[in-house]
C-alpha cells in the first residue's frame, strides 16, 4: 500500500459541521440543485465579491499552535509594578480551569432565559453581593466593560439625575488614571458637558458643577480622606463619583461609608489575568435611589412557579430594545465571565484570604518604601495602599536600567517612577528593587536593616481611613475554602446552565457558532495573560505582530483600509464608529450634521449608540416585506441633506434578508452628504460573499464574539472592532497613554489601547485556521443551514420575510402571534424548548411575537433536525391546545420548563403525562437537561427588588418527606 506523507488536517472540516452526504440531503429538501446555486438565490449578485479573499493558506490546529509559539516568545513577560488599573494576580487553579478555560462556563449565553440560567445568575449576584460589600453602597450591577467606562457611565447617570438642568461641568481630580480622563473627555464632548480637571484639595464647588469623580487610592498611589470634599459637593447638590481599587477596600474605609454617590472600578485584581487590556470586569454600585438609572444588567432574586428560590435579570433587562434612543446606556455585552470569575475569587478566599492578600499587598509596600527611605529615597504619597511614589531627577536614567536588566517594569513619567506592588510579589522580588536602588546610589542592601524592617512593618493608613466594618459576611463567602468544595460549588453551578456543551443555541443575530478548543488555548499562556498593557513598546513584539495581522485579514474581510481594535462590545464599536463620523463632519466644517438615520427593525444599542454620540435619530420605516422603505429613506434623507450625519443599516438586515436595495440606499446617503455606518453584527452572512466596503458602508463594527468565535460567556466578554474606509482612518481612537495616534483621532472609547487584547487571539485563531476557502464555506454552510431549518419548518410557523427568491440569509424569523387564540405567547414557546433540552431562539428582536433562529455553520444535520423535531412537537402542542384536548392555562407549555422535582413530584395534577412533561421526544431520554427552577416570576422580582445575596433563610425549602 503506498502511503501519503502529507496529509494535513482541515480545521474547516471541523467548524463546519454538515458533510457531504448531509449537505446533498439538506439541499434537496431545500429544493436548491447545488449549495452555489442557494447563494446566488440568496445573495443578491450585485453585491458579491468578484474575487476570493486574499489570506494565508489555512494552518491546521497543530500548525497554528506551533506559529503562534513563536509569536508568543517576542512578548517579554516582564514582572509588572506599573499598576495603573492592572496588577498581575494569582488565578487560582480550580477557577482557571474549571472557569476560564471550561467550555461549561464560556459558551453561554446572556442569562434572558433565567430558568436554564441560575448558575451563572448565582455567580453573578455573589459578584454583586461583593461589590456592595467591599464599597460600603447598596446596589451593584453585573459588570461593566473597563473601569473608563464605568466611570463614563457613572458620569452620564449623574448629568441626567441633576436637578439643576444649567449645570454642565463635571469635576475629574487630576489624580483620576489618564485613560479613565481620555474615555470621560470622549464622552462628555456629544452632550455638552464640560471637563474640568484638577485638585479636589484646590477646586471651588460651585452650582454649574453637577458630579465630580476622584480616586481612591488615587492615582499615585496616595489615599486621600474626601470625605470633606464628599460633604462639600454635596452642600452644592453635587454627586460625587469614586474610582476605588476593590483589593484596597479590604483596608480601607469604603467610600460608601463616607458619601459616595456611586463607586466605579475594576475587578480585575480579583484572579483575572491582566491579558495586555483585558478582558476585565468593572463595577458599578450605587444608592437604592438610582436603581432604575443603572447602567447595565442587575440581577434580582424572585422566586419559580413553586414559590422556590430563582434569579433573573431584573429590571431593565431589555432596556435598549425598550427604551431605545432614551435608553441610559448602550451596554449590551457586558463581561459576566470575568465578573463571575471575580466573584468566585472572593467566594474562594473568603473575608479573611482577602484581608490577608491585601495586608500582604500593603505590607510589602510598607517594607519598599521604609526601605528605600533608608537608602536617602523620598517616598512622596504619606498615606498610600500599594503605589509608591519617587521624583528621581536624573537617578531616573539608571534606574530604569536596572530594573530592565532585573526584568522588572516600572512607572516612569518623565523623573517621576510610581511602583505598585501586587498579589504576585513575593519579599524577594522587595529586596531585588532595593537592591538596585541602592546600587544606583552606590549603596548595597546591607545598608538597610532588610530583615528587622521586614519584621516591623505597620501600616501607614491613618486610622480614620482603615476599614473597621465587616464585608462578605454571607454564608457563600464563608463555606467554599477547600478546594473540593470550591470544584463542587463551581460544577454545581456550572450544571444548572445550559451551554454549547449541551446544545445548538440558535440565538437570532447573536451568531452563538463553535468556539474551538484551540482558539482558546493561548489566551491563557503566560505570553498573553501576563502582559500589561502599558507595558513598554520592545516587550510586547508578540502582540503587535497578532494585531497586524488580524488588523490585515479583518481590512481584507470587510474590504476596509484599517480597524480599531480598541472597542469592546459591538455596542461600543458602534458608539466609536458615530464619533469617527462625527469627528470627520467636524474636521470638514460640518460639524452641525447630527441627524442620524436609523430603520425601525435595528437592534436596540443602535439608536442609544446614536443618541450617546450627540445624534438626533429619525426611524425609517420598513415595508411590509421588512425591508427598507427606501422611498421613505430618500425623503428624509433630502429633506434633512444638509444636517444629515449618517444612516445606521444592518446588513443582511436585522429580518435576515439580503435587501436588494442596498446599494441604492448607501448611495442616497452619500448623495445627501452622510455617512453608512453598518452594524456588522450579520457578518458571519457576509465573509468571503460580500463586504461592507463592497456594498458602499463607510464604518463597520464587527462582534468578535459573534462572527469570529470569541465566546459569549454568558454575557461577554466580546470586541466590537471598527474597519473604516480610507477618508475615516485618520480618526480612529487613540490612547492617553500608549501612543496609537492616527494623526487626528478621537479620544479613547476603552481603558485599554487593544481593548480586551488577549481575547483577539481567538479571532487570530479562527482565521488563520480556516483561510479564505473556509470562511467563505463557513458563510455559505451557514446559509444552507438555515434555509434547511426554514424549510423544514416553515409548514408549521409562518416565516416571516425572506429575500427576492424565497431564501433567507443565515436566520430567520418565525411568528407565532397566530398562536394568541389558544392563549399561548412566544415565551411559552421559548420554556417549552427547555423541556426539550434547547435553548430558546431569539425572542420577540426585531418583531414582537417572534423567534429568529440563527443555527450557524457548525451545527451539524443531526442537530438541526432535533432542533427542527422539537419545534414541530411542540406546534403539535399547540393544535391540542387549539382543538381543546389541553385546558388553556394548564397545558405543557404554560407548564413549562418541568423540573425533575415537579415531574417526579407525589403530586400530578396536569392533563398530560409526566413523560409528555419531561421526555416529550424519544430523542430527549438519551440526554436529559433538567431546568433547574420552574418559570421564574419576573413581577415578583421587579416589586421586592433584591439584588445581592439574601440570608439563606429566607429560602428554606420545605423539607421532603419520605413516605
Ligand atoms: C449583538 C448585536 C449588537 C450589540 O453588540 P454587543 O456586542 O452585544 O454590544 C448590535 N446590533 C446587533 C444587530 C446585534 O445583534
Not at 895 to 902: K, L, S, W
Request: hydrophobic letters at 40%.
Amino acid at each position: 500500500m503506498k502511503l501519503n506523507t502529507d496529509y494535513q488536517e482541515k480545521f474547516q472540516n471541523r467548524h463546519i459541521a454538515p458533510n457531504a452526504a448531509d449537505t446533498a440531503q439538506m439541499l434537496k429538501t431545500i429544493g436548491a440543485g447545488s449549495l452555489d446555486e442557494l447563494i446566488a438565490q440568496t445573495i443578491p449578485s450585485n453585491i458579491r465579491l468578484k474575487k476570493p479573499l486574499n489570506l494565508p493558506p489555512a494552518k491546521s490546529e497543530f500548525d497554528y499552535l506551533n506559529t503562534l509559539r513563536q509569536t508568543a516568545s517576542k512578548n517579554k513577560v516582564f514582572k509588572s509594578f506599573i499598576g495603573q488599573g492592572y496588577y498581575d494576580v494569582i488565578v487560582p487553579g480550580v477557577i482557571q480551569r474549571n472557569i476560564l478555560e471550561n467550555p461549561g462556563w464560556y459558551t453561554q449565553y446572556t442569562p434572558y432565559q433565567a430558568e436554564i440560567a441560575q448558575g451563572r445568575l448565582q455567580a453573578l449576584l455573589n459578584f454583586q453581593t461583593m461589590v456592595i460589600d467591599l464599597t460600603g453602597m447598596e446596589i451593584a450591577n453585573a459588570s461593566l466593560l473597563d473601569e473608563g467606562t464605568a466611570a463614563a457611565e457613572a458620569m452620564f447617570m449623574q448629568y441626567s439625575l441633576r436637578k439643576n438642568q444649567d449645570a454642565k461641568i463635571f469635576f475629574v481630580s487630576d489624580e483620576v488614571f489618564p485613560q479613565t480622563i481620555d474615555i470621560l473627555k470622549t464622552r462628555s464632548e456629544p452632550y455638552g458637558i464640560q471637563i474640568q480637571i484638577g485638585d479636589h484639595r484646590e477646586v471651588e464647588l460651585n452650582n454649574n458643577i453637577f458630579g465630580a469623580i476622584v480616586q481612591y487610592p488615587a492615582g499615585h498611589g496616595a489615599v486621600y480622606d474626601y470625605s470633606g470634599f464628599a460633604a462639600k459637593a454635596h452642600e452644592k447638590g453635587i454627586k460625587l463619583t469614586v474610582v476605588a481599587d476593590i483589593m484596597s477596600l479590604a483596608l480601607l474605609t469604603p467610600p460608601g461609608e463616607w458619601g459616595a454617590d456611586v463607586v466605579v472600578g475594576s475587578t480585575q485584581r480579583f484572579g483575572v489575568p491582566m491579558g495586555f487590556g483585558g478582558p476585565h470586569a468593572a463595577f458599578f454600585a450605587t444608592k437604592e435611589e438610582y436603581k432604575r438609572s443603572i447602567p447595565g444588567r442587575i440581577i434580582g432574586v424572585t422566586i419559580d412557579s413553586a414559590g422556590n428560590y430563582a434569579l433573573r435579570m431584573a429590571l431593565q433587562t431589555r432596556e435598549q430594545h425598550i427604551r431605545r434612543d432614551k435608553a441610559t446606556s448602550n451596554i449590551c455585552t457586558a463581561q459576566a465571565l470575568l465578573a463571575i470569575m471575580a466573584g468566585c475569587y472572593a467566594v474562594y478566599h473568603g473575608p479573611q484570604g482577602i484581608k490577608l492578600i491585601a495586608e500582604r499587598i500593603h505590607g510589602l509596600s510598607v517594607l519598599l518604601a521604609q526601605s528605600l527611605e533608608k537608602l536617602g529615597y523620598k517616598q512622596l504619597n504619606q498615606s498610600y495602599f500599594d503605589t509608591l511614589k519617587f521624583d528621581l531627577g536624573e537617578l531616573v536614567g539608571p534606574l530604569h536600567a536596572e530594573a530592565l536588566n532585573n526584568e522588572m517594569n516600572l512607572n516612569y513619567e518623565g523623573s517621576v517612577v510610581t511602583i505598585s506592588i501586587d498579589e504576585t510579589t513575593s519579599s524577594e522580588d522587595i529586596k531585588t528593587m532595593v537592591r538596585f536602588f541602592a546600587k544606583v546610589k552606590g549603596k548595597t542592601l546591607s545598608d538597610v536593616n532588610f530583615d528587622e524592617l521586614k519584621a516591623n512593618v505597620e501600616t501607614v493608613i491613618p486610622a480614620a481611613l482603615q476599614r473597621k466594618s465587616d464585608f462578605l459576611t454571607h454564608a457563600i463567602f464563608n463555606s467554599h475554602h477547600s478546594e473540593h468544595e470550591m470544584l463542587r460549588y463551581i460544577k454545581s453551578l456550572e450544571t444548572k446552565d445550559l451551554s454549547l456543551c449541551h446544545s445548538m443555541i440558535a440565538l437570532g443575530s447573536c451568531t452563538m457558532k463553535l468556539n474551538a478548543t484551540t482558539e482558546m488555548v493561548p489566551v491563557t499562556w503566560p505570553e498573553f495573560s501576563k502582559m500589561h498593557p502599558f507595558a513598554p513598546a520592545d516587550q510586547v513584539g508578540g502582540y503587535m505582530q497578532l494585531f497586524d495581522e488580524l488588523n490585515n485579514w479583518l481590512s481584507e474581510i470587510t474590504g476596509f483600509a484599517a480597524m480599531s481594535l480598541q472597542p469592546n462590545a459591538g455596542a461600543q464599536g458602534e458608539y466609536a464608529g458615530l464619533m469617527v463620523i462625527r469627528a470627520y463632519h467636524y474636521d470638514r466644517g460640518e460639524g452641525h450634521r447630527n441627524i442620524a438615520l436609523i430603520p425601525s427593525s435595528a437592534h436596540g444599542t443602535n439608536p442609544a449608540s446614536a443618541a450617546m454620540a450627540g445624534m438626533k435619530i429619525l426611524v425609517v420605516k420598513c415595508d411590509e416585506n421588512g425591508n427598507i422603505d427606501v422611498n421613505d429613506l430618500r425623503e428624509k434623507a433630502e429633506q434633512h441633506k444638509d444636517d444629515l450625519s449618517c444612516l445606521m443599516v444592518t446588513y443582511p438586515s436585522t429580518h435576515g434578508v439580503f435587501e436588494e436595495a442596498i446599494i441604492e440606499v448607501c448611495q442616497i446617503i452619500h448623495e445627501n452628504g452622510g455617512q453608512v455606518y453598518m452594524d456588522g453584527a450579520n457578518m458571519n452572512a457576509q465573509v468571503g460573499l460580500t463586504s461592507p466596503a463592497n456594498i458602499g458602508a463607510d464604518v463597520c463594527h464587527l462582534n468578535l464574539h459573534k462572527t469570529f468565535c470569541i465566546p459569549h460567556g454568558g454575557g461577554g466578554p466580546g470586541m466590537g472592532p471598527i474597519g473604516v474606509a480610507k477618508h475615516l482612518v485618520p480618526y480612529l481612537p487613540g490612547h492617553a497613554v500608549v501612543d496609537i495616534d492616527r494623526g487626528k483621532s478621537i479620544h479613547a472609547v476603552s481603558a485599554a489601547p487593544w481593548g480586551s487584547a488577549s481575547i483577539l487571539i481567538i479571532s487570530h485563531a479562527y482565521i488563520a485556521m480556516m483561510g479564505a476557502e473556509g470562511l467563505t464555506d463557513a458563510t455559505r454552510y451557514a446559509i444552507l443551514n438555515a434555509n434547511y431549518i426554514k424549510s423544514r419548518l416553515k409548514h408549521h410557523y409562518p416565516v416571516l420575510y425572506t429575500g427576492a427568491n424565497g431564501r433567507c440569509a443565515h436566520e430567520m424569523i418565525l411568528d407565532c402571534r397566530s398562536f394568541k387564540g389558544a392563549g399561548i405567547e412566544v415565551i411559552d414557546i421559548a420554556k417549552r424548548l427547555m423541556d426539550y433540552g434547547f435553548h430558546a431562539p431569539t425572542v420577540s428582536f426585531p418583531v414582537a411575537g417572534t423567534v429568529m433562529i440563527e443555527p450557524t455553520e457548525s451545527e451539524p444535520k443531526h442537530e438541526l433536525d432535533r432542533f427542527c423535531d422539537a419545534m414541530i412537537a411542540i406546534r403539535h402542542e399547540i393544535d391540542d391546545i387549539e382543538k381543546g384536548l389541553f385546558d388553556k392555562a394548564n397545558n405543557p407549555l404554560k407548564n413549562a420548563p418541568h423540573t425533575a422535582a415537579v415531574v417526579t413530584g407525589n403530586d400530578w395534577e396536569h392533563p398530560y403525562t409526566r413523560q409528555k412533561a419531561a421526555f416529550p421526544l424519544p430523542y430527549v431520554a438519551t440526554y436529559k437537561f433538567w431546568p433547574s427552577v420552574g418559570r421564574v416570576n419576573d413581577t415578583y422580582g421587579d416589586r421586592t427588588l433584591i439584588c445581592s445575596c439574601p440570608p439563606l433563610e429566607d429560602y428554606e425549602f420545605e423539607e421532603s418527606v419520605i413516605e
